[in-house]
Each structure stands twice: as structure tokens, then as C-alpha cells.
């Protein structure tokens, strides 16, 4: 089965803090996406790429960027924290349309 | 715009009744279509999904969901609920842009 592995569960940051949210896939995977969670909004797609150093902006990127430097590995970087980043992030690859495969999420509190 | 509605935000259900999640989409052609569940503290699970052919489509843990293409619906069926099926699902779908889209979800709550 195909794992897809977020660094962290829980993460408390301070506003202004450049944070790290890392992401590794082990099934050689093309396309990695980038999602945050919230209460009423279901999940919105932030970045998401389809190939080595190549990103694409989803519905919500302000405030975010992503690296992904080699092909299993997919970051999601906040520049500079803020409370309202304050969420549950999700990351997920896939395989051409077979479905998606998520992490299980690193839920980040920004105080 | 493509988009993904679960019209339902919350549904309570006793243990042993049957059980039908609603879902639709806006798509302009036959999009793929998903649907996940996700437990509490935990990220998504797939439970099935429909690209084409038979419209009625089985998935893992006894869930089975039906396309109709008149009704631009996708709705997850489960003819028994257990108690270990209370979660949170979410309806996604897949069109013309390659990226998936997710409905806001709905909790599902099961009685004893």
C-alpha cells in the first residue's frame, strides 16, 4: 500500500515563525497536493505539484509556499506564521486519477 | 464551476439502520468520483470511486454508492450501520481541471 507520511501530528508555532510542514510518499508517485481542513469548509487545496520542482497555486495560496526538490518529497513552507494558518493540513499523492492517498494530518496551532 | 455539495452538514442514525449520504456535482462532462471517510484525529481514507461504466460502484466496508448522470448525484449507501461507522465523509470529484475538489463533508453520528 502506498504511505504517505506527514513529519508531524501536532505542531504549536508564534505568529511570525517560518514553519516547515513535510510530506513523503513511497510509491514513486508524480502528483502531491497540499490541502487544509477546517470546520465547515471541507478540505481546500492550497499547492499542489506534478513533478519535480514544479508547483502549481491551488484555491488558497497566500501565505504559503512549497518546495519539492525530489520526487517523494513535498513541503509545505509558512513564510511567516499567523493565527489565522491555524488549521489541519493534509497532504495527499496519487497516481493518475487512481485516488488519492492523505497523510494523516499535522494539525498546526499558531499562537 | 465545478463543485462538489453535500447538502447534509450533520446525520444521526441508529445502529442497524440503513444509511444514504447525499452528494452532487457540478461538472460539465462525467467527472471521476470519489468518496473518503475520515475518523477523528485521522487523515482520509478512500471508500470508493467511480470513473466510468456500471453506475453502481462497491467500495470497502460494505458502502456501495450509485451515479446517476440525470440527477448529477453521487450518493454513498450502506444498508446496515455499525457503530465503528461514525465519521466524518466527504464527497470529491474530479473534472476537466485534474484536481480534486471536495464537498464540505457530513458528520455521521450512530445511536446504539
Known amino acids: 500500500d502506498v504511505k504517505v507520511t506527514q513529519s508531524s501530528r501536532y505542531l504549536v508555532k508564534r505568529t511570525g515563525e517560518k514553519v516547515f510542514l513535510e510530506c513523503v510518499q513511497d510509491?514513486?508517485?508524480?502528483?502531491m497536493f497540499w490541502y487544509r481542513q477546517d470546520p465547515g469548509l471541507g478540505l481546500r487545496l492550497i499547492y499542489f505539484?506534478?513533478?519535480?520542482?514544479?508547483?502549481e497555486k491551488g484555491d488558497i495560496p497566500e501565505g504559503y509556499s512549497v518546495s519539492r526538490e525530489k520526487k517523494e518529497r513535498f513541503s509545505l513552507i509558512l513564510e511567516s506564521a499567523s493565527t489565522n494558518q491555524t488549521s489541519m493540513y493534509l497532504c495527499a499523492s496519487e497516481q493518475v486519477r487512481d485516488g488519492y492517498t492523505f497523510g494523516s494530518g499535522t494539525r498546526l496551532t499558531v499562537v | 464551476a465545478q463543485s462538489v455539495t453535500q447538502p447534509d452538514i450533520h446525520i444521526t442514525v441508529s445502529e442497524g439502520a440503513s444509511l444514504e449520504l447525499r452528494c452532487n456535482y457540478s461538472?460539465?462532462?462525467?467527472?471521476?468520483l470519489f468518496w473518503y471517510v475520515q475518523s477523528p484525529g485521522q487523515g482520509l481514507q478512500l471508500l470508493l470511486k467511480?470513473?466510468?461504466?456500471?453506475?453502481l460502484v462497491q467500495g470497502i466496508k460494505g458502502f456501495e454508492a450509485e451515479f446517476k448522470r440525470s440527477q448529477s448525484s453521487f450518493n454513498l449507501r450502506k444498508p446496515s450501520v455499525h457503530w465503528s461507522d461514525a465519521a466524518e465523509y466527504f464527497c470529491a470529484g474530479v473534472g476537466d481541471t485534474d484536481k480534486l475538489i471536495f464537498g464540505t463533508g457530513t458528520r455521521l453520528q450512530v445511536f446504539p
Open positions: 467511480y470513473f466510468s461504466g456500471d453506475t
Open positions: 461538472y460539465g462532462a462525467t467527472p471521476y
Open positions: 505539484s506534478y513533478d519535480v520542482k514544479m508547483k
Open positions: 510509491m514513486d508517485h508524480e502528483n
